[in-house]
Every structure is written in structure tokens, then in C-alpha cells.
């Protein structure tokens, strides 16, 4: 399905180049507050303009569909647009047998029987991303209100770009290379309570990664000390517990257990693939001619798509933690 | 939940010292072959007993209590049981307040209030694998019953044990050093159809990931190049389509692209972690002297959890790979 | 959760003064036909106007949002939008203090904690219905697009109005007695593939109850003989198998026996409770006061909505069997 | 699915002639006892015997198989099994040529290609509800266990048999008759919260229906008034509010408005069918021969199985009641 959570359920649809794109909540507590304001903060952080992201720019003012009233959640379902402004009508038509290479373009095709909205990447573009950046607002207002300890904290930081920790560094050999780069996030998660997930299916980092990998480009999660421990003993590995409330001595489990949060910080990290769209030239198959042909991205592209991952994992990250706080906690 | 999948759902049951551990499942199509013979294959290559492993002995003859009959599926809800024969009564009680470090202990008796079912750590056991395995033998086989290409074949393999590609050299490590190793495992899918998983919250990276997860002691997944991908530019990661059946030139994505399987092998590792239960002496609190103390594990146990993986992996494999078919066939 | 379905998944949002009501549909199959003019009969169908109902017009022309291009469904998720165009500004936020009976205003207030949208009924406004009758229309294209029989027809007819079969007759009395009526509503299916439905939980019966009752003012449904078989004999209720096609000699089980639809016609009938906003002076607390006092109902209402309900009910059932016949037929 | 719940999750399964029958529950909280003993009055009541039932007799003792620990639920799944002492191996091969009317003979050999367990109705069988009342058991203590007001009552009582409110009468009527009769059972429950239910797709009626339906042989439901509705004018129909806390003058919508409990008894009632297995000669197609020809039932049976319905009602009622209180109160 098109949609993530049990009682705090998100479903987002919507194409590049339709009218707009836009989320549909399921399970916000009513009287949350759903001032268009609130939302400014974390979409600003998504927005391109920066160095290495693509200049296509939306005002992205949240429009309450259903859902709210005097700027508060009534406890019925939720839904939010968002405009799709800036949607150039390229000739896309005649792009569609040359499949972008690294793009979803030939399995759309596929697995849609060729129905599928082609333009601009149609329902597969991270333009739908906006609407997962609100959904993580809103789960992050819920979290707040059902949160009885210590404020809980998410934040993600870009840790590489381009293989190099000084990011700037990593874009510049982007730029030098006329190429696109990945890059390495972190999330950590503090002040969550003891007893989030389940045992087996439902384990905390099961929820967790599930999530993640909607995120388009996202390729890999490892959790606390992650793919090192391959390398590690199980004496170095093992977090001695220190305190009745759950802190380790390390933390290389990441804050989860047996599935369970252990009331240390949740600490995991993803890989993001280079941007698909790089200014290199490639090589596909064009289905007309059935020959595999060189392959030029037109227009400008961010060239590095992880300097805007940060602001959308941490929603992602929200919206586990809402949904099983609603679950557990009772 | 404790249950994984929309069409072919499964949820395990059961306790280390319980009776039975064992497995329900939902959507098993009628007709599919059920004799126990069927299963051995794969419950043996999870059974302890090589080096490394514990010494564990389970007969672990599957029974089945629904759902089968003339050792056909019915197409009712299927049960299979195995009988825990070698659970010693040991002086549990006495342990509780001492929680192992890397174990499930801690969290176990805070989500569960004081409830859980402690003996030889209750729910979180990896006795509980077995049913997973059971739930891979049917899976494997729903596969092949609706698969209308070429056989899909589902393999695993250990690449790493404690930093060694030479998996001997590494458990070596594990026994001169008195301690215990992890491991990566890589599990590799070919002759997938295209087209499985959804864009977005249901891409088959996400699927696959919680699937994955809910293995005991996985703390990381990656797909085809992986974090690899955070050094390589666009042009290196992209994959060159070169045949209309969906062939690249490269693997780099891991056979998904878009969340969806692209028509090449589906190819991801995953991380596990040195088993928690090492000979070494470590520290932890006791809950009751209120002091950190010295700690040691009783009795015999894997030096290296992630030698009995590979079976286990293939099955959460199959079980996604059989409830996505179900999904989007038809 | 507020949306039905597992693999044809609908979710409605919107409320009666908001500026749009609208559907969300998860799990549309590419290339089903999507025109606004393909809506038009059964919206019009629904649409007051009518003898008994309310003048309220609404243009009701539906906006793809996502999920739709060139006319036709992409396999991304769906969204529909109905613009409320006649949404007059009462004076509601006096009347809060004043319960409609009959109404969801006091449930409402209770459940959402004072945060309900209270204009107009809100989210429990009928004016939702359009959007189920939106996705009903889906559901139908759906259905003769996988069936591969003769068509399969749904058809709903009303019964009985104010207890008269005479439906003029009914809604005449309400009129003469200044009163609203409510009226019983057959739904009958015809060519139904045998095997959609489970044994227990999932029934055919349990399911198309589920989605029945989620439409305003229904109290009861009965399928074949229903509530009539309590003073029937077996030997009479029983109908005797005649045709290895599934043709039984009385159709009493209403097309369903043990849960699965049997080959034969479906056949159930609901009761609609009369209008709960009748001309008729009643009685209701007014928490300002703390006294039960005299209510009378302003503007024009429908005095029969179960004149309405027919395309409603056919919307509901072809989205169950929609439902079932895409998880049961592959 | 043949599971029922969101947060307190029920899965039935088993044969008639299997070894054992049996439930799997996720979701009950830590802590709830679970002695043998605490199920034996409920399952005494299901239990054939009387007049008019079946003497076939079952020990029924339940046997915790997972998620039992001190007599305590422990918060891992938890695995019930009763035993079949009770199966006589009859020539059921020869009777599959002939359907029996009113069973699922023939369903259940259509949608499970003929590999479905025939012997006694297999999974189709009544048995299966002694799984049903057991999770009724459980759903009772939970409902206790998170109820903060009054104790909630969940009653059901036989209103008619045979068309008789005189039960005895009614039973003598289908034992002169030598026939099965059906009858209607009436469920109340006192001291709900307000606020169970949503709006529309999961309104309390939804899920209620959708639960009793997996009752076999139950073939319709009403609410409060019910089909009754249908002749009342709205001002009849409508419950003056009278009370602060919700409490109506009438009841005549059963404790539900807009799907929403509202704080006066739920009050629902349904029809049970005539027994199937009727002692009088009836008529079936003989797949061999192609006839229809005269059918008659072996054996003894329930003369009507109303008599056994109410603790399974109650059963269902309490799981809803159960989940709908889990999902609700946070």
C-alpha cells in the first residue's frame, strides 16, 4: 500500500507535473495545532537553492483540505496540498523511450502497463517528499503532546558528501567532476522512552527502516555501531547497562535491543545513492531504435541529493515515533 | 504487530522453555505440497551443532496442527508446531536481577512490566527462528507455484565472519580470543519478475528491510553497491539499461529501482552483530546490589550467531518476495 | 481507521463547510478508465433535488488530483476532490450548545475533545457520501475490467418509504405529519464469481456489513431470508443445490453460505432510520442552561434521506466486491 | 484475512476432525491472568448438551502454548489449543459427491480447488467457535483491566426460538416437527465509554457487524430500533438527550450515533439461521451422478443452534469492545 502507520497512518500522492501533491493523515489527535506557520520551518529546510540543489522553486504554503478547523486538528482525517507551481511542460513525450538511467522511468513503465504519468518522473519524484516533510511536522506536534519525559529531540546531520566529512569539499569535487555525488546521514533520537517495537516483525528497527526507505535514493541503514560490528567481538559490541534507566556505558546498539528502544539514544545512518541526474554523459537503451545510446540529462538538477535528505528522514523518523508511542504507550 | 505480510501473513509464537514454538499462516494458497519431509532440508541447515554453534539439540520435526490435509495445504489458516525438547530448567529466577548485556532482558521486563516470560530469554529467543524458517519452506514454495518464468532462485552466503572473508580464520579469532564474532551475509534473488514493490512507503527496500529486521541480531541492510554508493559519482552508481527485459550493465541499484525490482537480481547484505552471549567476562547492573558488576554467561552458546543466519535470511526473503507476487500478480 | 479496503483501499476526508470533500484510493489498476463524464450518472443519482430531498445543490463535478492522466488511472494512489460550493455560514457556533438528536453533535463534541468541526454535522455530514459514491464509480470500472464472466450487475431498489411500498404514499405521510420517514433498501448482485469471502472473520457477510453500515442513518441489514429465518424450519430455509454452476432451487442463504458468496445472487437489505433532522418540534439538553428544552430543526432538509441511499449502496458493495475479487482471483 | 482487530488481534484456526482447534491473539497486555479455570464458565456455556444441542461432548480444556507464564499473560503472542477428543472417523469421502444444503460443502470444494479437509465440514466447522469464546475470555479481561468507570456488562439473551418467545415451545415445535429451527438473540452491553468508533468506515456498527458475522449461521443485524426504523417517524426515532453523561430518554439507536457509542447501552440483536442439519429429508445435486436427488442427515445434531449462540456473541462483542477501548483510550 501506499501508506505507512497504525493509528497514525500517512498516505501521500501525487505527481511532478500535476496540480498539486499532497498528503492524507489518518489518527492525529484532535486539537493538535495546524497553523500553515508551523509547517514553514521544515519545508524552508527542504527547499532547493542552495549550493548543489536544483533551483526549481515552490512556495510550498501547506493548504488544509479536510481535517482542520480554527487552526487545529478536529480528529478527522487530515489532508494537506501543496502547489506544484513551477511545472515547465516539457516535451515528454518523446523522451519516454529513452529510460533515464538510475531513474524509475522503465519499471513505471512496467509496472504500469505504460499508464503511467511520465512527466517528470510523475508520482516517483522526491517533489513528493514535501508532502512526507509535513506529515513529519505533524508527527513531531503529536509526539510533543503525548510525550510525558523529557523533550524528545530528532535530529539528522550530514556526516559525508562525495566520500569527504568537509562537505563542501565533497560538492566541489561534484563540481569539478561535472558529476553527481551520495552522501551519509545520521539520525539520532534522544529522550525516547524504554519499550518502543515488537520482538520479531515489528522491531524498532524494522519500523524504522521501513519508513527510511521511502525515501527516494536511500540505499542502506545501519543501526548504532552498524556494519563495524562485522569486525568487532561481542565484549567490545555488548553496551554494559550502568544505570536502572536503561543508559549504557557505549551505545553500540544504536538505543535498540531484542527490537525494543532501550532508553538510550536511537542513533542509525543511511547511504544516499549520487543523484540520478548527473551532468555526465551516460548510456541507455532506446527502445525505438533498440540500440544502447549515449544519454544526456537536460535542464540543472541538484547535484548532490543528499544535502536535502536531513529535514525528510527526520520525518520519517516523527512519523515511526508517533505512531508507535500512540501504540505502546496507553 | 507480530505478524509480517498483506496476503501471505505470518506470525510466530512461542517461548524458549515453552512447549512448542511455532508458526501461524494466513493466505497459504490450497493445493501447495505440506509433507514434513519438505521442511528438512531447511531446518537442518539452521540447526546448531557446527563449529561455532551451540550445542543445542532440537528434533524439530514440523507439525501441523491446521490447515493441512493428505499433506496438501487446505487453504485454511495453516499452524506448525515444534516441540521445545531440550529446555533446561535452570535457576532463572536467580538471574533476573542481573540483565545479560546485548540480550533482550532489560527491555523485556520494562515493556512488559515484570511479566515476561524470563527463562533463557523468553519470547526474544532465537529458538523462535525455527518457525521462521517453517514459514520460508512454504513461502519457497508458493513462489514456485505462481511463478510463470524461469525458477526463482533465493541463496544466501556468509561473506565475513570477525573481519575474515576465510570464515575459518575467523571463528578462530572467535576461539583464541575467548570471545564471539559477527559476521555479513549477503543474500542474492534471481529471475524476480519486475515490478514489485510500491514507490514509496511499500518500496521492496522497504519491505525487504523490516522483513530482514526482524531476524535477531541484523543491525544493518544495504542494497547492491550500498554505502559503497556514498564515495561513487552518478555516473559510476547509474546502471546502463542494455536490454529490454530490463538487464543493466551494472548492479549498483541491487535490482531495485524506485522501490520496485527492476529484472535484475535483487542482491543486499546484511550486518550481524557478534553474538551477545560471549566467554568473556563483562559488566552489567544488578538491579538488586543497585552496583555494576562483573558478569559471565553460563553454559555453552554459539561463538557466532551469523553461521545460522543464511537459512534464516533466505526465508524472510521468500516470505517478502511470496507475499509481493501474491500482491501485484493477478 | 477511517478507510475500507485491502488492496482497493478508500480513504474520505472532508467536512460539510470545508471547501472540499474528497477520496483518496490506493491499490486502482492502471488503465481504468478515468473521465469526469464517467461520474456523472451516478453523482447525478445521488444529488438532492428531488421529491423528500434537500434543494442543497452541489455541482459536483470531480477534480483528479493525482492518480489520473490522460484520462485514465496511472496505478499511482488516487485523489478526487468535489468542491463544496453552497457552504452558507450559519450561525453554529450558538447552537453548539444545543445536541441535534438523532445527530452525531454530542458524540462528536465528546470523542474530539471540543475540537470537532461543528458546522454543519462536520465530518459526519452526509455530504461525505458523494465521495463514496466517487469511488464507487471506480469500483464498478474496476470490477468489469478483472471479471471475466457475464457483467456483474449491482442494482439497489427501495422497498419501503414511512412503511409503504407505495413510495409516494410514504413520503406523503411524512409530509401530511411534518415528520421525516426513513425506508428499507434492497441491493441485489448478479453473476457473482463463487469463493469471494473467508470462512469467519473476513466473511462476505462480515465485509459488505462493514462497508454498509459506514453509511449514514443505516441500523440493520439482513441477507437472503434474514431476520424472516428465525421462524423458519431448516428443511425450508435450506436451499437444495440444483446445478453444478452453483444454481440452488430458493436463494434464502442470499448468496452466501459459510461466509463465501455461493454462485448465486447476493442479496441483502438495509434499513435506513428516518431523517434525524425532522420539521417536528423534539427535545434536547442545552448544556448552557443544563435543561432539556424544546428544538426545532432550521432550513430545509431531506425528509427521506433513504431516497438518497441507493447509489450509496451500490457504491459500498461494489467496493467490497471489487475488494475481494481482486484478492481472491490470481 | 482470517484475523480480526488492530491492536487486540485475533486469529482462529483448526478442523473439525484435526487434532486440536485453536486461537492466536497479539496484542493482549502483560500482566492479564489466564488460569484454565478463568475460561471454564464460558466455555461451559458453549458447551452441547441441552436440549436441542448436540451431544457430541469435548473436554475443552485450554492448553497455553506461547504467552502464558505464572498463569499471566506475558505481552508475547499468545497461542490457545483445545483439543478434538471427540472425532469419528466417518466415510466422509463417499458424502463428497453430495453437498449438504446450507453447509459450505460446496463453497468451500469451489474456492479451495478441492484440497479443502471435508471430513465434518473441516475449517468451516462450529467447532472453531470454542476458539472464538476463548478469545472472548481474554477480550473480557482486558476490558476490565483498562476500564476506568463502571464494570462494563456484556449480556445475551435468546429473545425467540422458532418464532417462539417461549423457548421451550419453540424447540417442541422442531422436535414434533422433526426439523431445525433458528431464533433471534439479543446482545446489550452497559457502562461503554463514549467515544468508541469512527464516523464512517469503522463506525461501531461496522465493526460490531463485521465481527458478528463470523458467527456461522448468523444471517442479519440490527441496531437499537433496528428494521423497526423503517415505520417510525423521525421524531419517534430520535433519542431526546437528557443527560450530561449522555444519557437518552429512548434508545432506539442502540447506543450508536454516527457511529460513535454514545454513552447509552449498545443494544443489538440478530437473526441465527435454522440449523443446516436438519433430521427431514431434503434434496442435493449428486456431482456423480448429476441428479438431483433426496439428501439425509446422518448422525445427531444441534436441533437449533440459537441455543448455543449467546457466549459466542458475547465473545465477539468483547473483542470488539476490547479493541475498540485499546485504540481509543490513550
Known amino acids: ?23 492524507n493523515i489518518d489518527g492525529c489527535p484532535a486539537g493538535i495545532g495546524m497553523a500553515a506557520a ?8 527542504r527547499k532547493p537553492g542552495a549550493k548543489g540543489t536544483t ?12 481535517g482542520v478547523f480554527n487552526e487545529k486538528a478536529t480528529g478527522a482525517p487530515l489532508t494537506i496540498l501543496f502547489k506544484n507551481s513551477n511545472t515547465r511542460s516539457g516535451d515528454y513525450e518523446k523522451q519516454r523511450a529513452v529510460p533515464r538511467p538510475g531513474h524509475a522511468d522503465f519499471v513505471a513503465h512496467k509496472k504500469f502497463n505504460g499508464f ?24 513531531k506536534k503529536i509526539i510533543e503532546s503525548i510525550s510525558t519525559g523529557n523533550k524528545i529531540g530528532i535530529h539528522s546531520t550530514i556526516l559525508e558528501i562525495g566520500g569527504e566529512t568537509d562537505i563542501e569539499k565533497g560538492l566541489q569535487k561534484a563540481i569539478d567532476e561535472k558529476d553527481s555525488v551520495g552522501g551519509i546521514v545520521e539520525c ?25 526507505f521511502s525515501i527516494p535514493a536511500v540505499k542502506g541503514i545501519e543501526f548504532g555501531a552498524g556494519f ?46 549520487p543523484t540520478s541526474s548527473t551532468p555526465k554523459e551516460q548510456q541507455t537503451l532506446n527502445s525505438e531504435t533498440g540500440n544502447v545510446e549515449p ?19 527526520e520525518a520519517v523518523t516523527a512519523m515511526v515515533i508517533a505512531d508507535l508511542m500512540l501504540i505502546t504507550k496507553k
Chains 1, 2, 3, 4 share one sequence.
Open 38 to 45: 508551523d509547517f514553514a520551518e521544515d519545508i524552508e529546510r
Open 295 to 313: 544519454f544526456s540529462v537536460k535542464g540543472r538538477h541538484d547535484l548532490c541529493i543528499a544535502l536535502r535528505v536531513p529535514v525528510i528522514l
Open 116 to 139: 503511467e504519468d511520465y512527466r517528470g518522473g510523475g508520482h516517483f519524484s522526491g517533489r513528493l517528499t514535501v508532502a512526507i516533510v509535513a506529515a513529519g511536522v505533524v508527527a
Open 228 to 273: 563495524a560490528a562485522a569486525k568487532m567481538f561481542g565484549s567490545q559490541h555488548n553496551d554494559a547497562l550502568i544505570n536502572a534507566d536503561g543508559t549504557t556505558k557505549t551505545n553500540n546498539a544504536g538505543g535498540i535491543l531484542g527490537g525494543i528502544t532501550n532508553g538510550n539514544d536511537l542513533v542509525f545512518r543511511i547511504v544516499v545513492k
Open 1 to 23: 500500500m501506499n501508506s505507512f502507520g497504525r493509528l497514525f497512518r500517512v498516505s501521500i500522492f501525487g505527481e511532478s507535473h500535476g496540480d498539486f501533491v499532497g498528503v
Open 188 to 212: 539520532r533520537v534522544n529522550n525516547l522512552p524504554i519499550g518502543l517495537g515488537e520482538p520479531f516483525f515489528d522491531s524498532a528497527e524494522s519500523i524504522i527502516s521501513h519508513a527510511v
Open 55 to 66: 533551483p526549481r522553486k515552490e512556495d510550498d504554503i501547506p493548504q488544509f483540505i479536510s
